[in-house]
């Protein structure tokens, strides 16, 4: 017979387990979250008290228009990489599929590291590349003949841009590149030998197997990457600080420019609400994207 002291201890145990990532949760996200809101309600810098403003902030923010403009700015860098970086990642995913590729697991290694590698640092070595009068690329291209001055990669919103759009390319592809690999493994290999057998060729059984088959999984990594485009800030924060002429500044670029810079904590607060619900929009267009999918 079982002592009530055991019984005792099956009817908390469950709740002992789930205790710590309860407090975590209350502490460290949802009080945040809701001190949040408050915030975004209220004018202030830090030091005085704060002051109840009501829907100014919201007003502001919908005038200013410059939420609007960095969203925009995440919508280009998001066209200028999101469709290479995926093709890059597919085309990779599928030579290392290929029985006649050879030092796989070296290959995967090399593709991923730039995932791994500290972030900052990165930034910082495509900061020397892309510097407009000592940077390796404007001297190998003007070596090479191919441009009469240096382009000013990091001067003008254009190139800024692209540049950060490279920068992601180089982070994100390896990524991209093992969930894709996990995908094409689930092919079965069949379908190629029949698609084979019918004469189609390589080209042929990427663009009309390949693609339709992995379309699933395509769909999800465009999801993360949108998710992640509007989310950037270490890579356009080091490369440009947002700029030129504000140009590379993402939402969360802007708020922490709000916040931390010039200490209205209370706009930035309401900037911080309306990139929650910008990412709940996306979050539910994934969703539906998956069950139409299905």
């Not at 309600?41 to 005038?63: M, R, S």
């Not at 990594?221 to 989310?231: A, E, H, K, N, R």
Request: some cysteine.
């Amino acid at each position: 017979m079982q002592s009530p002291y055991w019984k005792w201890q099956l009817k908390t145990a469950p709740y002992a387990f789930v205790a710590p990532f309860v407090v975590s949760f209350l502490l460290f996200t949802l009080s945040p979250f809701v001190y949040s809101i408050y915030l975004s309600f209220t004018k202030w810098h830090g030091q005085a008290e704060k002051e109840f403003v009501g829907w100014t902030n919201y007003i502001n923010v919908l005038q200013s228009g410059d939420f609007w403009y960095s969203v925009f700015n995440s919508v280009i860098i998001f066209m200028l990489y999101v469709p290479i970086m995926l093709l890059l990642a597919l085309v990779f995913a599928v030579c290392l599929s290929s029985g006649l590729m050879k030092a796989k697991g070296f290959f995967r290694t090399v593709f991923f590291i730039p995932n791994i590698t500290s972030v900052v640092a990165i930034s910082f070595v495509f900061l020397l590349i892309f510097n407009t009068n000592n940077g390796v690329l404007n001297q190998l291209l003007l070596s090479a003949g191919l441009i009469d001055s240096p382009i000013p990669f990091l001067e003008t919103p254009g190139w800024a841009r692209i540049s950060v759009a490279l920068l992601v390319i180089y982070r994100w592809t390896g990524y991209n590149m093992i969930l894709l690999l996990g995908g094409l493994q689930n092919i079965p290999k069949s379908l190629y030998e029949s698609a084979k057998v019918d004469g189609a060729n390589a080209l042929q059984s990427f663009i009309y197997l390949t693609v339709p088959m992995m379309r699933k999984l395509l769909a999800f990594c465009t999801v993360l990457s949108t998710l992640g485009t509007f989310s950037l800030f270490t890579e356009p924060f080091i490369l440009t600080n947002g700029g030129p002429a504000k140009a590379t500044t993402t939402p969360v670029v802007l708020i922490y420019k709000e916040s931390f810079q010039n200490l209205n904590f209370g706009y930035a607060s309401t900037l911080a609400m309306f990139f929650f619900i910008l990412m709940l929009i996306i979050s539910v267009v994934q969703l539906r994207l998956f069950r139409d999918n299905d």
